[in-house]
């Protein structure tokens, strides 16, 4: 079947520390992939996505790369800030569902 | 950008009464709208998808009689939380579609 699995949290970091959040996942054919973020008191929102093997999603200086041969859609950032302290989650996409990781905290102290 | 919210954003109730939750797209419409659950420290489950002027579907071990979705319009579907118990006590997250799936911020539901 379809599933996500992401690394346990919290993660914990300084400002301006690199970060990673791994996530894999197991899905037959080619999902899509997302990476999607969730602050304290609001709902999800999409922070990047990749369609097709090999693409790099990106946004506010967070990168994943769609990796196949690792079944892999790793989570970068090269210097997080206090206000990146949220919930992550990744999740693939099988026709219009979307299934979702269990999520990682992300605490950033200055 | 586009915009769904939820109410009310939370709600404590008696075992044995119902509870709706509301969920709205403010600037799109939707045909479509997701319906999921989230246990602490634990992923968005999808209960049902929601379509407008249809049967919603539910996915496997969600009984539709206790979890009643209504897509009556096209900016508005709503979960009922029918003779609600404190194991249904969770939080009640709603998405639409609109390209891509845009979240509500989320309802808490407690059952005493």
């Known amino acids: 079947g379809n599933s996500v699995t992401q690394m346990e949290g919290p993660v914990t970091l300084s400002e301006e520390a690199f970060l990673t959040i791994n996530c894999t996942y197991t899905?037959?054919?080619?999902?899509?992939l997302f990476w999607y973020v969730q602050y304290p008191g609001e709902g999800l929102q999409l922070l990047l996505k990749?369609?097709?093997?090999?693409d790099k999603g990106s946004n506010k200086g967070f990168e994943a790369t769609y990796r196949k041969e690792t079944t892999s859609f790793h989570l970068e950032k090269g210097s997080v800030q206090v206000s990146d302290s949220a919930v992550y989650f990744c999740?693939?996409?099988?026709?219009?569902?979307?299934?979702f990781g269990t999520g990682t905290r992300l605490q950033v102290f200055p | 950008g586009a915009v769904v919210s939820q109410h009310p954003s939370r709600v404590i109730c008696k075992s044995g009464t119902s509870v709706k939750i509301e969920c709205r797209s403010l600037?799109?419409?939707?045909?479509?709208m997701f319906w999921y659950r989230q246990f602490p420290k634990q992923s968005l489950m999808l209960m049902a998808t929601?379509?407008?002027?249809?049967?919603?579907?539910?996915e496997q071990g969600v009984e539709k009689d206790k979890f009643l979705i209504n897509h009556a319009s096209l900016t508005l579907s709503t979960l009922t939380v029918t003779s609600a118990h404190p194991e249904d006590s969770s939080f009640y997250i709603c998405?639409?579609?609109?390209?891509?799936?845009?979240f509500g911020p989320g309802t808490r539901l407690l059952v005493l």
């Open positions: 899905a037959t054919g080619y999902p899509s």
């Open positions: 990749a369609t097709k093997a090999d």
């Open positions: 929601s379509n407008e002027g249809s049967k919603a579907t539910y």
């Open positions: 600037d799109f419409q939707a045909t479509t």
């Open positions: 999740a693939l996409k099988r026709t219009d569902k979307l299934i």
């Open positions: 998405s639409a579609l609109f390209g891509t799936q845009y």
